[in-house]
């Protein structure tokens, strides 16, 4: 069932052109100089069948929630998403989502020098611009009034959030938004995932916060739970 992405509409980017892909269960929302609908397509579609076929050998990968060990010779992404989730113990599926937008969004960068890539809320980035990002926190006191401000010189990045009461990704916590920036979009997607884990309620929003700075790789994070907000590391919010 298609599961419409009403924070896609937030993206105001008027100097690049907009597009979605889907492949499978993968919805990806571009912004790039020029349609690149069928370079997306068939990245998504190559990187998805890596990851599948992985799967097919190794079923344990798509289903612990524990780090796991992959064999030497599972592919790039493969390696990536169990590198990445072992740095914040949690499953490599925590990573998917950030991996895929990561992987797709490098490549494409071939054909156009800025691009946006939003894959179920977790993004990759590579911006010649200042860019603002909107943190999407569902029923708390923020949402839709703040964003975070994006300096070019620190793209390319991964801008992920985890949330425990929005959207579909598994969560164990109660976080509107855990939001976790990174150099790494595999990291920044896992780490999200591990934070959330850990906010059940606003007191829970300093513990977050020690555990991101715990992390070598992650640069900043946000959480928002209910009417309080906490942040750290690189991040600069403002007001939309």
């Given at each position: 069932?298609?599961?419409q992405?009403?924070?896609?509409?937030?993206?105001?980017?008027?100097?690049?052109?907009?597009?979605q892909?889907?492949?499978?269960?993968?919805?990806?929302?571009?912004?790039?100089?020029?349609?690149?609908?069928?370079e997306?397509?068939?990245?998504?579609t190559?990187?998805?069948?890596?990851?599948?076929?992985?799967?097919?050998?190794?079923?344990?990968?798509?289903?612990t929630l524990?780090?796991?060990?992959?064999?030497?010779?599972?592919?790039f992404?493969?390696?990536?998403?169990?590198?990445?989730?072992?740095l914040?113990?949690?499953?490599?599926?925590?990573?998917?989502?950030?991996?895929?937008?990561?992987?797709?969004g490098?490549d494409l960068?071939?054909y156009?020098?800025d691009?946006?890539?939003?894959?179920?809320?977790?993004?990759?980035?590579?911006?010649?611009?200042?860019?603002?990002?909107?943190?999407y926190?569902?029923?708390?006191?923020?949402?839709?009034?703040?964003?975070?401000?994006?300096?070019?010189?620190?793209?390319?990045?991964?801008?992920?959030?985890?949330?425990?009461?929005?959207?579909?990704?598994?969560?164990?916590?109660?976080?509107?938004?855990?939001?976790?920036?990174?150099?790494?979009?595999?990291?920044?997607?896992?780490?999200?995932?591990?934070?959330?884990?850990?906010?059940?309620?606003?007191?829970?929003?300093?513990?977050?916060?020690?555990?991101?700075?715990?992390?070598?790789?992650?640069?900043?994070?946000?959480i928002?739970?209910?009417?309080?907000?906490?942040?750290?590391?690189?991040?600069?919010?403002?007001?939309?």
């Open positions: 069932m298609y599961e992405r009403v924070y896609r509409d937030w993206v105001k980017e008027d100097d690049l052109m907009g597009f892909v889907m492949v499978k269960e993968t919805d990806l929302f571009v912004k790039a100089e020029r349609d690149l609908s069928i997306t397509v068939d990245l998504v190559e990187y998805r069948a890596q990851i599948e076929e992985y799967v097919r050998t190794d079923p344990e990968f798509q289903t524990k780090p796991y060990k992959v064999n030497g010779k599972a592919p992404i493969v390696r990536e998403m169990a590198k990445a989730a072992a914040v113990g949690v499953g490599p599926f925590a990573a998917v989502a950030g991996a895929i937008a990561e992987c797709v490098k960068l071939k156009t020098k691009i946006i890539i939003e894959n179920g809320g977790d993004i990759f980035i590579k911006s010649s611009l200042k860019r603002r990002v909107a943190i926190s569902g029923t708390s006191s923020f949402n839709k009034k703040i964003a975070l401000e994006i300096e070019a010189k620190d793209t390319p990045m991964g801008i992920c959030t985890s949330a425990g009461t929005i959207g579909h990704s598994l969560s164990f916590g109660k976080a509107d938004a855990a939001v976790v920036l990174s150099s790494s979009a595999f990291l920044a997607d896992a780490g999200a995932t591990a934070i959330g884990n850990i906010v059940k309620n606003k007191d829970d929003i300093p513990q977050g916060i020690k555990f991101a700075q715990g992390v070598k790789g992650i640069t900043g994070v946000v928002i739970k209910d009417d309080k907000m906490g942040a750290w590391g690189n991040v600069n919010i403002v007001r939309i």
